[in-house]
């Protein structure tokens, strides 16, 4: 007895149409203000408890090697 399921359609490839383009300018002035605005959190010391978890992840990654 044969399959009666139908087998899937090839997919059928569409040419990729270009989005929309920011200006190189653009980019620049986007990067920049992203770097502003994240310098401050970048230069934040990590927490205390953050730093004792990870020592503890840590000595747990050593102990099973």
Do not use: C, H, W
């Amino acid at each position: 007895m044969t399959s009666s399921r139908k087998q899937p359609a090839e997919p059928v490839e569409t040419p990729a149409k270009p989005g929309p383009r920011l200006s190189e300018e653009s980019q620049a002035f986007i990067g920049l203000k992203l770097r502003e605005l994240y310098d401050d959190v970048v230069a934040e010391p990590v927490p205390d408890r953050l730093l004792e978890l990870l020592n503890k992840l840590g000595a747990k990654d050593d102990e099973t090697r």
